[in-house]
């Protein structure tokens, strides 16, 4: 029974640890969005900034 306990305790670990990884992924690909969005609206090639 103990090798049991200690598979699924193992197993819970790894669930955790897949669980953290997605949403540092997710946090990573919404910073990601934003970082573009960002970059589109300070580069906006439609603004003539020598004139004003």
């Known amino acids: 029974m103990?090798?049991?306990d200690n598979f699924y305790?193992?197993?819970d670990g790894l669930?955790?640890?897949i669980e953290q990884t997605e949403?540092?992924?997710y946090r990573v690909k919404e910073?990601?969005?934003k970082?573009?969005?960002e970059?589109?609206?300070t580069s906006d090639v439609s603004i003539d900034y020598e004139n004003d």
């Open 2 to 4: 103990d090798e049991e």
């Open 9 to 11: 305790n193992s197993s």
């Open 15 to 17: 669930e955790q640890q």
């Open 23 to 25: 949403i540092k992924c």
């Open 31 to 33: 910073e990601k969005a």
């Open 35 to 37: 970082m573009i969005e």
């Open 39 to 41: 970059l589109n609206v």
